[in-house]
């Protein structure tokens, strides 16, 4: 049986990482799409509209509610999902559905100007950005495709290449452990995007001078096209640096 507290404990903002209100405002906003597309998959399963009433049939082993504190609780602690089927007395591959449901991240990494460190001070060399030329801090962020903050890294010296702060941070893994769960990320995540080619996006590699007018366009199409799909974790940023 399912567990009353396991859900309260989840709603927490300690655990979910927003506050009742945003989790509220969260619900509503999802609530119409997802039994939209819940019934288009009913509908396109069964081949035919529905026969009964809404709401007959088997009940959801995980109402919307439950399914977006799961998620919410696994994008911020990175907990297993065992652990979290135990109390809500499902099986671990209830909330991998759960979980993965037609979800895709922006991913990407913002810098402030800092302060340059003290002359002698150890690793001073490491706040220098290779990309703005200046003394950095680094974070990565990841979001929804609403622009939605679902999970801020560590900071980080300037110098830290995006991949390594991903890598060491766990994320990688997670996409391993996850794999319909897909991101779109820029060319710094290039080496992320080559390790998990149907799951991570990246824009393509320049062509050489020598490549014809097709090679070309192509690269030109896909090149504009990620900025547009990518904007949202942009204005996730924007908060985050200010």
């Not at 399912?2 to 405002?25: P, T, V, Y």
């Not at 597309?37 to 995980?62: F, I, M, N, V």
Request: net charge positive; aromatic share 4%.
């Amino acid at each position: 049986m399912k567990s009353s507290w396991a859900r309260a404990a989840c709603s927490d903002s300690a655990l979910c990482g927003i506050s009742e209100e945003h989790l509220g405002a969260l619900i509503t906003e999802l609530a119409g799409p997802w039994t939209a597309a819940r019934e288009s998959e009913l509908t396109k399963r069964r081949g035919h509209g529905r026969l009964r009433a809404a709401g007959a049939g088997p009940d959801h082993q995980l109402v919307l509610v439950e399914r977006v504190l799961v998620t919410l609780v696994v994008l911020r602690w990175a907990l297993s999902h065992r652990v979290l089927a135990a109390p809500f007395g499902v099986s671990p591959s209830t909330i991998d559905r759960a979980v993965c449901e037609g979800i895709t991240l922006r991913i990407d990494g913002t810098e402030v100007q800092v302060r340059r460190p003290k002359a002698g001070r150890p690793g001073r060399k490491a706040f220098v950005s290779g990309k703005m030329k200046q003394n950095t801090e680094k974070v990565t962020m990841i979001s929804d495709e609403q622009g939605r903050e679902l999970w801020l890294g560590a900071i980080r010296p300037g110098r830290t290449h995006d991949v390594t702060a991903v890598r060491t941070e766990g994320r990688e893994e997670q996409l391993r452990l996850h794999p319909n769960v897909k991101a779109e990320v820029d060319s710094g995540y290039a080496g992320l995007a080559r390790d998990f080619p149907g799951q991570v996006s990246a824009p393509p590699r320049k062509p050489a001078t020598d490549a014809g007018p097709s090679e070309r366009n192509f690269y030109g199409h896909a090149f504009r096209r990620q900025p547009q799909r990518r904007i949202t974790v942009e204005h996730a940023n924007t908060e985050v640096e200010q």
